[in-house]
């Protein structure tokens, strides 16, 4: 600090100790200091003052050609400091916003007196101004949350509340006062006194969620049914909530919000009543099949079995060579027919979930040549050839032989209806632990792309098949499918057209023998 600097806080002359420590003490004080005129020059000012207008030392604020007014960012915050120190002598916590040298704006408030001779007359002015600039923009901030919470209180479309341990509604956001029906908070609180007894249908479903609140801090998606609380008409709510405590631990309120769920709630019932039709449906069909598989198969195994018998002509010929083709196109429609009548109750007992899966080993090659010797005869009558691929190294199959079989029979019926007269079907097997692939491969009339996932619907066929083939339910492919699901594998397809088709079902293997102890 210069000596000008010193002329301007403390009167001229010689200094003593006591001044200098006075000076010091003025210096370091907190906040800004000042004597001013009335009309508002400076007589005097501390370093803390000029240091929080942008000033270096005293001197330079008190010989800036700036008066007390000056550093008002409204002037007319001058106006009316001044009206309240002439009516009352005194001002207390003035808040205003100044500006600094440099042009920047603090917040300020000023405590101030006004100094009188011994006339009584107003000489001018002393006091303290402090620096609030971050309580202002702190306080700001606050109001500004403070109003982000209430908009989001009063917009959110779930119901937010406070509720007392004991069940009193608190607090009610607007979404919960048109929940209970009611037009504002204060009637809503006013209404609601118990939540127990007048919210909940069911009083027991308020202990267990004060249970859960009590035992876990916070409840989260709590069905209940209760009562819109002014028409008494019934609805559903979830709610999520938690304990509020104070610092010891001790439970104050509750607080959480509220969403209607009444339509889902109607919707879910709907969709249960519709299931249960849909079951009672299945049931009905099933019954149904049952019995017409019944009364079907008994006629069609009388029209096989003497359509067989008259082809043997136990009794003597029958005449016309043209009724034993008539007897071999009657035997072959029966047979189809009773397939058809397998394949469908097959397909019915997979959906009811009632086919039996028993689980036995099963020799891979004994499998496959099984299956090879059924569509023989068919192989044989269109030309083609049936070859097997099955290494002396595959391992057993944990299976049901009867249902891996019919797999197979239906892959070959398939592979040999769409194969022309000089192709050829294989069926082989591989090891790819820990699965067993069994792949059924031909040369025929392949399935465009397009319709690959389509063979697997029930009744299901290519359009391109179709042409090629005069027979075929469309049941074969989704019933195989069913099947290899049922055993935990998968069953994939790939085909191009006028060249043939791969269809390769996967098997879970057993787990590999355990190596015997050395």
């Known amino acids: ?68 007014g000056s550093y008002y960012a409204d002037p007319k915050d001058r106006i009316r400091f001044m009206r309240q120190i002439e009516k009352h002598g005194e001002v207390r916590g003035f808040l205003s916003a100044a500006k600094r040298v440099d042009g920047s704006v603090i917040w300020i408030t000023e405590n101030a007196t006004a100094l009188q001779d011994a006339k009584g007359e107003v000489t001018g002015y002393v006091g303290s101004i402090s620096d ?39 607090r009610a956001n607007p979404a919960l006062q048109r929940l209970n029906g009611y037009d504002s908070e204060e009637e809503t609180l006013k209404k609601v006194h118990d939540i127990a007894s007048e919210w909940y249908v069911d009083p027991n479903r308020r202990e267990e969620f004060k249970r859960l609140l009590d035992e876990n801090d916070s409840v989260e998606n709590f069905e209940s049914e209760i009562y819109r609380h002014k028409t008494r008409e019934r609805i559903w709510i979830t709610e999520n909530a938690y304990v509020v405590r104070d610092e010891g ?58 359509s067989e018998l008259i082809q043997m002509q136990p009794h003597g010929p029958i005449g016309s060579p043209k009724y034993s083709e008539y007897l071999g196109d009657v035997q072959k429609s029966a047979l189809m027919l009773l397939q058809l009548i397998d394949d469908i109750l097959d397909i019915a007992k997979l959906d009811a979930g009632k086919m039996q899966i028993q689980h036995e080993l099963l020799n891979v090659d004994d499998l496959v040549q099984d299956a090879i010797t059924i569509l023989a005869p068919k192989a044989r009558s269109g030309g083609l050839t049936l070859q097997k691929d099955v290494p002396g190294d595959i391992p057993d199959l944990l299976g049901d032989s009867r249902r891996i079989c019919q797999v197979l029979v239906n892959l070959l019926s398939n592979s040999v209806k769409y194969t022309d007269p000089g192709g050829t079907v294989t069926v082989a097997a591989r090891l790819d632990r820990p699965w067993l692939s069994l792949i059924v491969e031909d040369t ?26 005069k027979d075929g339910t469309g049941l074969g492919l989704p019933l195989a499918r069913e099947l290899v699901e049922q055993h ?23 787990p590999p023998p355990e190596d015997p102890a050395p």
Request: proline share 3%; glycine share 8%; net charge neutral.
């Open 132 to 170: 609030v600039t971050e309580l202002v923009e702190t306080q700001a901030r606050l109001i500004e949350t403070e109003a982000d919470y209430r908009r989001i209180f009063e917009r959110v479309s779930e119901g937010i509340y406070r509720s007392s341990l004991d069940g009193k509604q608190l």
């Open 249 to 306: 631990g001790n439970p104050l309120f509750y607080e959480g919000t509220v969403q209607e769920i009444t339509a889902r709630k109607e919707h879910e019932k709907l969709l249960k009543a519709a299931k249960e039709s849909a079951e009672d449906a299945n049931r009905a069909k099933s019954r149904f099949l049952a019995n017409m598989s019944h009364e079907l198969r008994t006629p069609l195994n009388s029209i096989i079995g003497f």
């Open 1 to 68: 600090m210069t000596d000008s600097d010193k002329g301007a806080l403390l009167p001229q002359g010689r200094e003593s100790v006591m001044f200098k420590t006075l000076r010091q003490m003025i210096d370091l004080a907190g906040v800004g200091l000042f004597e001013t005129t009335v009309d508002g020059q400076y007589r005097f000012v501390n370093l803390s003052l000029a240091k929080m207008l942008g000033y270096e030392s005293a001197i330079q604020l008190m010989t800036g050609n700036r008066t007390s």
């Open 488 to 510: 935990g594998g998968q069953i994939t397809l790939e085909s191009t057209v006028d060249v043939g088709t791969t269809v390769t079902v996967r098997l879970p293997m057993l």
């Open 444 to 469: 025929g009339v392949g399935i465009p792309k397009e319709d690959l996932a389509r063979v697997f619907i029930p009744f299901e066929q290519s359009s391109y098949a179709i042409g090629k083939a």
